[in-house]
T-cell receptor, first 113, second 117 residues
Framework: AQSVTQPDIHITVSEGASLELRCNYS??????LFWYVQSPGQGLQLLLK??????LVQGIKGFEAEFKRSQSSFNLRKPSVHWSDAAEYFC???????????FGTGTRLQVFP | ETGVTQSPTHLIKTRGQQVTLRCSSQ?????VSWYQQALGQGPQFIFQ???????GRGNFPPRFSGLQFPNYSSELNVNALELDDSALYLC????????????????FGAGSRLTVL
């Protein structure tokens, strides 16, 4: 069955530090992978997506993610975190036939000044 | 270009009641999906509508139903509300493409937060 695992429920980093949020997926075919961010009281905003090609994808707000097929992972990274990055981050895999997204349970990022 | 708008933003209902949530798609989009996000969880797919017909459904009972209108706006209806229906309901629109199935990017609204007492 298709699934997404985000092992870290809550991560705290200092402003300016680097960040890596983990995501592992289970999917039978080549996955379509997404990272979304959700600020309090807001909907989901797409950070980046992977469909095919270059396994390192760039997104908005300075985020990037790397697809590693051998590890079934799609980890999100940012070299220097800003206080405004504090939010909930969701990894998702796209279903090939229906555009349905299967989300992980999210990682809450807290940023200290 | 307008985004996805949802109404109402917040509402409170009691068990057994019925609720209707509304969604206006982003301009140019023809597909609408609904997701339920319980507190502390990731969004769960409810169903998707394309050309005014249901096009895929998640693991939700029949008391969850929907409509899509000719202008691509949509409604989510939930009958016989239960306490566990308390959640943020997210609407997302996209433009169906035949080029790469499953590659369509969803644009989400801010959601409707439903509390069932």
């Amino acid at each position: 069955a298709q699934s997404v695992t985000q092992p870290d429920i809550h991560i705290t980093v200092s402003e300016g530090a680097s960040l890596e949020l983990r995501c592992n997926y289970s999917y039978g075919a080549t996955p379509y992978l997404f990272w979304y961010v959700q600020s309090p009281g807001q909907g989901l905003q797409l950070l980046l997506k992977y469909f095919s090609g270059d396994t390192l994808v760039q997104g908005i707000k300075g985020f990037e993610a790397e697809f590693k097929r051998s590890q079934s992972s799609f980890n999100l990274r940012k070299p220097s975190v800003h206080w405004s990055d504090a939010a909930e981050y969701f990894c998702a895999v796209g279903d090939y036939n229906t555009d349905k997204l299967i989300f992980g349970t999210g990682t809450r990022l807290q940023v200290f000044p | 270009e307008t985004g996805v708008t949802q109404s109402p933003t917040h509402l409170i209902k009691t068990r057994g009641q019925q609720v209707t949530l509304r969604c206006s798609s982003q301009s140019g989009h023809n597909t609408v999906s609904w997701y339920q996000q319980a507190l502390g969880q990731g969004p769960q797919f409810i169903f998707q509508y394309y050309r005014e017909e249901e096009n895929g459904r998640g693991n939700f009972p029949p008391r969850f139903s929907g409509l899509q209108f000719p202008n691509y706006s949509s409604e989510l209806n939930v009958n016989a509300l239960e306490l566990d229906d308390s959640a943020l309901y997210l609407c997302a629109s996209s433009l169906a493409s035949t080029s790469v199935a499953g590659a369509n990017v969803l644009t989400f609204g801010a959601g409707s937060r439903l509390t069932v007492l």
